[in-house]
């Protein structure tokens, strides 16, 4: 599957399946839903919700041209032991994308995250280059030609990096260095020689000194990887907001530039706005998120198109921030495009205005 394909083809899905509507901004998001997308949109998908709840089921058909698992291809998901894969959350995902002309990205081969306890008794360099080979091949071999875009390496980035230590500390950088970035990138490539390999990030986007130097150790490890042609084909900026921060338009929009200049491709793969810290109101809170998206957005879009634009699940229902970000005043969390009762919000007519050209 060529990259250009993964982007024509989501594309191409993008008839949208509009659902009984029954607000005149639901009909009007819903019937832009229909609309060949001018940008792919899509979302992390939790797949035992599709099987189980009709509403979440037709909401990712409504909108969505790609989807990506939020769990399945994690190894605490994938690898219960060293000897185990355990395929079916990802099986599951790609059937439903296949039977409804829908793309799958893969997430994520190597992270610091989501790690199995038994990981801790990879002891040696050896040991550790053995495993990740092991698990990419296995992995991407197995999905090859039908899974066209991976995240082969999550968060690499050291939260506050320095010059010393840029990259962040894992069981991976502690056994190999850095340099199990390129062994994960490598082995993909082997592997599927066609896929689009991406190295995703996030915290990229405020006007804060951490992000300045976040921005710079991803601009120093991207280019060290092309300068030794390193198969690496795209960034996916991950586009967790804190909603109570603005963007830094001026900043973002210089890294997009730089990054696209190398000749990356850019992808949105993980849209949400974190709203702990905004106002109990669900209206200012709902028009705030929409404004911090359209501005991280519009950072982009000033410099190139992005692939595609994934948020990281589609409803409110569904979300991760409260794992992390719960609100202070026991007020659910309302992160992502679509309410807790499926309902569109501010948020996904600024997405449909990115996603369908219309800005
Ligand atoms: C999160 C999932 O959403 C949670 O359900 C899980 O418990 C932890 O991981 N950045 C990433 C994602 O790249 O893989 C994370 O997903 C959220 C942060």
Known sequence: MRRREFVLGALASGIGYAGALDASFTK?????????????????????????????RRAILNHCQIVVGEGGLKWIDLRPDRDQFVFDQPDRLLAFAEENGLQMRGHTLAWYGAMPEWTETIATPKEAQTELVRHIETVVARYKGRIPSWDVVNEAIADTPTGDAPIRESMW??????????LALRTAAFVDPDAQLVINDYNFENPTEQCRTRRQAFLNLVRDLKDRDVPLHAIGLQGHLPGDQEIDREGLSRFVAELHGMGLA????????????????????DEIVASRARDFLGAIGDVCRPEAILTW??????????????????????????????????LMRVIQEFTRGDR
């Open 173 to 182: 950088q502690n056994r190999l260095g850095k340099g199990y970035i390129e």
């Open 28 to 56: 009007q998001i819903e019937a832009k839903a229909s609309e060949p997308a001018a940008i792919p949109y899509g979302a992390a998908v939790r797949v035992d919700h599709l099987k189980n709840n009709f509403d979440y």
């Open 266 to 285: 850019i992808l949105v793969t993980e849209l949400d706005v974190i709203d702990n810290n905004l106002p109990a109101s669900n209206f200012d809170r």
């Open 313 to 346: 699940g589609i409803t409110d229902q569904y979300t991760w921030v409260p794992i992390w970000f719960s609100r202070s005043d026991g007020r659910p969390n309302r992160p992502l495009p679509l309410d807790a009762n499926y309902r569109p919000k501010a």
